[in-house]
């Protein structure tokens, strides 16, 4: 087991997050059991922080690697740091509940650590979580005020059922939206946003450091998603700047990357079912990026969305129309 603890990131509310967790979005189609796998030899490997969704379609196998973990006396649930996500066809303030309820039942715990909006978007409950690549399904907008939604993601926060509550994928007008609520009670402990020197969120981060919100980086290597190449976007770990600097460091492109996030504050969640690959990613705080080293990638960034949910461009709270 890795001998290095977990970084702690405090949380507004009193709680921390381990600064580097594994993401656990797995481009289908699924091998059933690949994730209960992963997840345990992440643990193994000293990861402490997952993060999930109910949208991923595996969050059961997620709970069943930790439970096991559990079960054989690795770790303890304390140890454990899980994030769940709202998604979009729950946002309706009558829904977020039953969200939760759902995550914590197919989760098979008691509570999780951290509850978020994934979109502020609201969709029309449809039976099928995921949104079609194609128009062959309609999709409904709903235009959920989601201010009411933290209502309730406050109320469950007092029931016991998450530990810390935060959204995803928020511009900084929609987090001052909730910041300015008058009847606020918890401000969102975390923004989790697409982030990496391609998109380096420089301006988010200023805006959430200000107001004592950790920004949560996700697909923090440039994702796999088939946008980097249906859209011939450059692809990030192919970068020969970066990989010089991992030359010198005796460090991959991956783990300079990685490094550069949490050097800034910015927790990281990349994904990785590949053991060796696991064991990579969290080797990153036995070095150090200069000053200049920071300078040469935050002068990378390129403002490339990997992930822009492109077909609900028309939604209301869209949150990439704004500039940051
Ligand atoms: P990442 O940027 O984490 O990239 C994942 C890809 O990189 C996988 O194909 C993985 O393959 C590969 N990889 C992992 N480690 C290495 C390495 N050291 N060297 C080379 N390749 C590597 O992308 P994700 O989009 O998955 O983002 C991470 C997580 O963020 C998600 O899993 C999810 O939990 C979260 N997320 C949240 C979103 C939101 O809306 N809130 C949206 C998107 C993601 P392999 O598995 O084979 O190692």
């Excluded at 096991?68 to 509940?97: C, H, N, Q």
């Excluded at 969102?188 to 805006?207: A, G």
């Excluded at 920004?215 to 290597?221: E, I, R, T, W």
Aim: glycine fraction near 6%; include cysteine; aromatic fraction near 8%.
């Amino acid at each position: 087991m890795s001998s290095v603890p977990d970084r702690l990131v405090p949380l507004s509310d009193g709680n921390s997050m381990p600064i580097l967790g594994l993401g656990t979005y797995a481009m289908g189609p699924f091998v059933k059991g690949e994730t209960v796998e992963a997840v345990k030899a992440a643990i193994e490997i000293g990861y402490r922080h997952f993060d999930g969704a109910l949208v991923y379609g595996n969050e059961d196998e997620v709970g069943e690697g930790i439970r096991a973990k559990i079960a054989d006396g690795t770790v303890k649930r304390e140890d454990i740091f899980y994030t769940g996500k709202v998604w979009m066809t729950y946002l309706s303030p009558s829904l977020v509940r039953k969200a939760l309820e759902k995550t914590l039942k197919t989760l098979q715990l008691d509570y999780v650590d951290l509850f978020i909006i994934h979109w502020p978007m609201g969709l029309k409950p449809r039976e099928k979580l995921w949104i079609p690549k194609d128009a062959s399904e309609k999709i409904v907008i709903e235009d959920v005020d989601f201010c009411e939604s933290w209502l309730v993601m406050e109320s469950c926060k007092d029931a016991g059922l998450v530990r810390s509550i935060g959204v995803s994928n928020f511009n900084h007008k929609q987090l001052e939206t909730i910041l300015k609520m008058p009847n606020l009670k918890y401000k969102p402990v975390c923004n989790q946003v697409e982030c990496h020197p391609y998109l380096n969120q420089d301006k988010l981060l200023k805006y959430c450091q200000c107001n004592n919100i950790v920004l949560v980086g996700y697909s923090p290597l440039g994702t796999n998603s088939p946008n980097n190449v249906s859209r011939k976007s450059p692809i990030l770990l192919n970068d020969p700047v970066l990989k010089k600097i991992g030359e010198k460091h005796r460090k991959t492109t991956a783990q300079v990357v990685l490094r550069y996030q949490v050097q800034r504050g910015v927790a990281v969640i990349p994904k990785s079912f590949n053991p060796g690959r696991m064991k990579q990613n969290r080797e990153i705080f036995d070095f150090q990026l200069s000053d200049e080293e920071m300078e040469v990638i935050n002068g990378l960034n390129k403002n490339i969305r990997y992930i822009d949910l492109k077909m609900l461009t028309d939604h209301p709270k869209y949150p990439f129309r704004d500039e940051y």
